[in-house]
């Protein structure tokens, strides 16, 4: 499956696996995998799997094919699960979701879809 966005590579700093949502961890040029919905979201990885300490490619802009995490409608807001996974963003009154787009088609747990990424943090 094709990325067409902006690229660009990073230091795995876990086991990553394709198409997982991914988060900064505060070292620089260094990612691992998102692990809840208030992460410092950094983009999705290609198809692609990485090991901790090898290079990974992430898109920050653009479309991005991400694996799901749960049930996802064309129009979602989509965030993260404890798992890197896309699941819809759904903040309680007064959480903060941080988002990574909307989905451009619907969705399963463990289907591979189209996100138009579009970071963002929705309020509940």
């Known amino acids: 499956m094709a990325n067409p966005g902006f690229i660009k590579t990073y230091d795995a700093g876990a086991a990553i696996t394709p198409y997982t949502i991914v988060k900064f961890t505060g070292t620089d040029f260094q990612v691992i995998p998102a692990a809840a919905v208030g992460d410092s979201l950094a983009g999705v990885t290609t198809e692609i799997a990485s090991n901790s300490g090898e290079r990974v490619d992430v898109v ?33 009154s007064g959480a903060n979701n941080n988002c990574i787009g909307r989905a451009r088609q619907s969705a399963v747990s463990g289907d591979v879809f189209e996100v138009l990424l579009d970071f963002f943090t929705l309020q509940g």
Do not use: E, F, L, R
Not at 62 to 80: E, L, M, N, R, S
């Open 60 to 92: 920050h802009s653009g479309c991005a094919y991400v694996q799901a995490g749960g049930t996802i409608a064309a129009g979602d807001p989509i965030t993260t699960n404890a798992s890197g996974q896309a699941v819809k963003a759904a903040p309680a």
